[in-house]
């Protein structure tokens, strides 16, 4: 491990709700990293499962802090980046888990990259019921990863959001990509890697890979994106 990597102060936000029975397995694949954090913030959005013991079971090895109104992933995650104080952050949803090494991966890239404003590894959907095989076995997985541009796959600078902004707590899904497609259009560039870093869980209550009512937000996201596209195209310069 690079002393460069030692000295890169790195926050972990994890937006929760109503996944006590999960979150235990999140923390646990943040705090046994190689490279440690900084801080890991857990930020439950209003639970009213186990998660406030599951959380307050770690200690002080993480701070919890809960909000008394749900107000959705978006806010969750404003509220860990408000908190905050490492110079990069990364998200873990509180339903996946990250891979042993995979923040010294994410790390390592985005000091490879200093322009960047963020780093980009891969991410591999996983059913909960074949999570430990999984585990025991990343390498199989490889070739069914894809480029993560959500949580756990995506290390950012924390000084983008003061370019970009914070997340929009209008958004119900996607809000991360959402973000990084409006940082794109602003013009910071993200680096991106091969390495599979995470594996996300797919279970009953994983609404955004299980509910077709969903993809309209997406192409509301999309249009948004065109949207941008065109009005920067019409304000360059004719020739």
Not at 158 to 165: H, L, M, T
Not at 187 to 200: H, I, N, P, Y
Not at 211 to 231: N, V
């Amino acid at each position: 491990m690079s002393s460069l990597s030692r000295s890169m102060n790195v926050s972990v936000i994890v937006p929760t709700r109503n996944y006590g029975r999960f979150l235990a397995d999140a923390v646990k694949s943040i705090l046994g990293q190689s490279l440690p954090a900084m801080e890991v913030i857990v930020v439950d959005d209003a639970s009213d499962d186990n998660t406030v013991e599951v959380a307050r079971g770690f200690g002080d090895k993480i701070r919890y802090v809960r909000l008394d109104v749900r107000g959705g992933a978006a806010a969750a995650r404003n509220t860990g980046l408000k908190l905050a104080v490492g110079e990069v952050v990364c998200f873990l949803d509180s339903d996946d888990i990250w891979l042993p090494g995979a923040l010294e991966i994410l790390v390592g890239g985005l000091e490879a990259h200093p322009e960047a404003a963020g780093a980009s590894a891969r991410i591999v959907n996983v059913p909960d019921s074949a999570m430990d095989e999984a585990l025991a076995c990343p390498a199989s997985l490889v070739e069914r990863a894809f480029q993560c541009w959500g949580a756990g796959g995506l290390l950012l600078r924390r000084n983008s959001f003061e370019k970009v902004g914070f997340f929009d707590e209008g958004t119900s899904i996607a809000e991360l990509v959402a973000w990084v497609s409006l940082a794109r259009d602003q013009g910071l560039e993200f680096a991106t890697f091969q390495e599979l870093v995470v594996l996300r869980r797919v279970h009953g209550a994983n609404s955004v890979l299980t509910m077709p009512t969903l993809a309209p937000g997406y192409m509301h996201l999309i249009r948004q994106h065109m949207e941008r596209q065109r009005a920067a195209a019409s304000r360059e310069p004719q020739s």
